[in-house]
């Protein structure tokens, strides 16, 4: 294969908001590669959550990737709230105005994108390794990298940097002009992924003595289960007919019952996390998606914020792009940031909820927790605000 030596944009990370942005910018009139230390089928391997709101539903559709998800994606119209065994349907549609959320893997959002990309003839640098950005606080910015045993250099106007949490973009920023903020939980979550039936058609949320669960699903014949868990415990330790069991335990009697199970495809333990950092823009340097903040998986936002991210950051550039001035850039970060954080709040605030802190936290705080469930669960305009929350907030 031979390299490209100029961009206008490279981007770094083929996850969804690498990919997503780099279909949204060809859309633009804007070029764009984008590079990856991984493999394609790696990038499609990963496992990760699919609820969508209705902005990233409408993102894919600009992008020109959204005709399966409506044509195979869950609409979701409310989910439940299952507290110490009483189950209450939190009505999203009702409460927002008619606002949706659709359920849709994100390993198929990547494979659509990368199809889209493919057949447009884009060009994507898979197993680069020692992706470098160079220069981005200058005008002149450039990526270097190793592919086929052979260093390449990518000039470029612009670097993003959709490299994930342990990407090398934010890494490369001088420690002192970033700031982050980190919040890091005591608990993680043990998760299972099984052809079986979901047990609901919608998500149950669950606040139980033994600890949270959830109930998700990927389609109408395969679901994904989750259950707090120790930090260090170990998915080796879970077999299936014990996961079955502990997630049994710890749902309402109707749900229980209906409960079907299955020998699991996949299983595994994730620690939970909150994260920003803070500028988003260093230079010709941007950060988006997970480079730039984590959420814990309770509010469903990871793969929203990072749609929003690219949002804004699409904004920008084409601004850019048209202009030719950098003052059409300063603005994305204090616009991504105000929603991130908003995002962050809810779903720092659903975590607490739900989750036991077992010693982490007083006897006070968890009797102030029980009643703002109590209010949660019989309250109109509580239910409102986490609706309102849970569908995503405007761009």
Request: charged share 20%; proline share 4%; net charge negative.
């Amino acid at each position: 294969m031979r390299f490209p030596t100029r961009t206008q944009v490279a981007i770094i990370g083929a996850g969804p908001a690498g990919l997503l942005l780099g279909q949204l910018l060809h859309k633009a009139g804007i070029d764009a590669v984008i590079l990856e230390q991984r493999s394609a089928d790696y990038v499609l391997g990963r496992i990760r959550a699919g609820v969508i709101e209705q902005t990233t539903a409408a993102l894919l559709d600009q992008a020109g990737v959204g005709a399966r998800m409506r044509a195979e994606g869950l609409v979701h119209h409310g989910f439940s709230l299952c507290v110490d065994g009483e189950r209450q349907r939190i009505d999203l549609s009702r409460h927002t105005g008619g606002k949706i959320v659709t359920v849709y893997g994100q390993t198929e959002i990547t494979r659509d994108l990368m199809q889209a990309r493919a057949e447009a003839g884009l060009v994507t640098i898979y197993e680069a390794d020692n992706v470098t950005p160079l220069d981005f606080d200058t005008a002149q910015p450039k990526v270097r990298f190793e592919a086929n045993g052979t260093t390449h250099e990518l000039a470029c106007d612009i670097i993003a940097g959709c490299d994930g949490f342990h990407g090398i973009c934010r890494a490369s920023v001088p420690p002192s002009a970033i700031t982050l903020y980190e919040k890091i939980y005591p608990f993680g979550w043990l998760g299972l992924l099984a052809d079986v039936p979901p047990v609901d058609h919608e998500l149950i949320y669950v606040r139980h003595p033994r600890g949270f669960a959830l109930c998700s699903m990927r389609s109408k014949t395969r679901s994904r289960y989750y259950l707090q868990c120790d930090l260090n415990d170990s998915a080796a330790n879970w077999s299936d007919d014990a996961f079955w069991a502990e997630l049994r335990r710890r749902l309402d009697p109707v749900a229980a019952a209906a409960l079907t199970t299955g020998p699991s495809l996949e299983k595994s333990i994730a620690p939970l996390r909150s994260f920003v950092a803070e500028p988003l823009r260093f230079g010709r340097l941007f950060l988006a998606g997970d480079a730039a903040h984590i959420v814990p998986p309770t509010g469903a936002k990871g793969l929203n914020l990072a749609a929003s991210d690219v949002y804004y950051l699409l904004e920008a550039l084409t601004e850019f792009f048209r202009i030719g001035q950098d003052a059409a850039l300063v603005h994305y970060s204090p616009r991504a940031l105000a929603r991130i954080w908003k995002a962050e709040r809810f779903s720092w605030w659903f975590t607490s909820l739900l989750h036991r802190f077992d010693g982490a936290e007083s006897a006070f705080d968890e009797r102030l927790r029980r009643a703002e469930l109590a209010y949660l669960m019989q309250s109109e305009a509580a239910q409102a605000a986490l609706a309102e929350n849970y569908v995503g907030l405007a761009f």
